[in-house]
């Protein structure tokens, strides 16, 4: 079955650059269907939409964080990565990263990954 | 921008019981876009509705979705135990692509 894991530094010191990948196996990420996504959760929070990337490259952010975020592919690897700069406490969340289906059910998250807890600070 | 009210915050059932969950938009929303997902402590989402009314695969019946434009409702029709979660509405389509709302909390009383 499709299985998405995140992995990456859980410390990252304020103004710094954060970066997580997320590992897919079950499915290839290159296959047309899909959107591969992150979202984060601040601790006893709601979940915030980050961005998406999709098979051919191309990328959609959620504005509030557009001008830091950038979401890349690595297929060959079948992984999907998110680079968040210049980070605050504000940052601190778990990261969760996310299949997108395009079909039925379009526009819903399944699977996810497990999530991963960043903490910025000092 | 769209927002997503979830109200209420936390409902406290009892097993058996019925809970009627609410979701409401600051603009109208297209029904095929509008999901609903369960999560449990230190667990992800899951998908629990798609489409506003249709249930993800593996969802038991006691659930089910409806509404349509600006109001949109889940219901669980006889809680079980591990329906005790945190519910969130998801949409899709207006700026940011996706919003959530703030989630309910269904607590056990």
């Known amino acids: 079955q499709v299985q998405l894991e995140e992995s990456g530094p859980g410390l990252v010191k304020p103004s710094q650059t954060l970066s997580l990948t997320c590992t897919v196996s079950g499915v290839s990420i290159s296959s047309g269907s899909y959107y591969w996504t992150w979202i984060r959760q601040p601790a006893g929070e709601g979940l915030e939409w980050i961005g998406r990337i999709y098979a051919s490259g191309s990328t959609n952010y959620n504005p509030s964080l557009e001008s830091r975020v950038t979401i890349s592919a690595d297929t060959s690897k079948n992984q999907f990565s998110l680079t968040l700069t210049s980070v605050t406490a504000a940052d601190t969340a778990v990261y969760f990263c996310?299949?997108?289906?395009?079909?039925?059910?379009?526009?819903?998250?399944?699977?996810w990954g497990q999530g991963t807890l960043v903490t910025v600070s000092s | 921008e769209i927002v997503l009210t979830q109200s209420p915050g936390t409902v406290s059932l009892s097993p058996g019981e019925r809970a009627t969950l609410s979701c409401r938009a600051s603009q109208s929303v297209s029904s095929t876009y509008l999901a609903w997902y369960q999560q449990k402590p230190g667990q992800a989402p899951r998908l629990v509705i798609f489409?506003?009314?249709n249930r993800a695969p593996g969802i038991p019946d006691r659930f089910s979705g409806s509404g349509s434009g600006t109001d949109f409702t889940l219901t669980i029709s006889r809680l079980e135990p591990e329906d005790f979660a945190v519910y969130y509405c998801q949409q899709y389509g207006r700026s940011p692509l996706y919003s959530f709302g703030q989630g309910t909390k269904l607590e056990i009383k």
């Open positions: 489409g506003a009314s």
């Open positions: 996310a299949r997108e289906r395009i079909v039925v059910p379009a526009a819903t998250f399944d699977p």
